[in-house]
């Protein structure tokens, strides 16, 4: 996964994931049930909590790989949490990016 630098994050904004042609922002709250889902998960899950961590703890925007991107698909189909608005579309934009990669 690579994170670049997306400036200042926008101040409801604790976790920005970049994709082609919208970036998806998660709340502080949505980003701390994310880390724990994934730290649940197995041991490359625990892997992508900490590159999502660490990008958190920097501010910066994530860009994630397509393996990732089915990693944290796989999460939401899993999960049996209600969804805010905004996790709601960054799994849509993540069924989306993995569909159009084939």
């Known amino acids: 996964m690579e994170a670049h630098n997306c ?4 101040a409801v ?4 994931f970049v994709f082609e ?34 990008a958190h703890g920097k501010g910066e925007c994530v860009e994630t790989t397509l393996e990732e991107k089915r990693k944290l ?9 209600a969804r805010s608005h905004d ?6 934009a993540l069924h989306a990016a993995v569909f159009a990669a084939g």
């Open 7 to 10: 400036g200042k994050l926008p």
């Open 73 to 81: 698909v796989q999460l939401f189909e899993r999960s049996t949490r």
């Open 87 to 92: 996790l709601r579309a960054l799994e849509i």
């Open 21 to 54: 042609d919208v970036d998806r922002a998660i709340s502080e709250e949505e980003a701390r049930w994310l880390f724990a889902e994934l730290l649940a998960a197995d041991d490359a899950s625990n892997a992508l909590a900490s590159h999502l961590e660490e």
């Open 13 to 16: 904004a604790s976790l920005v």
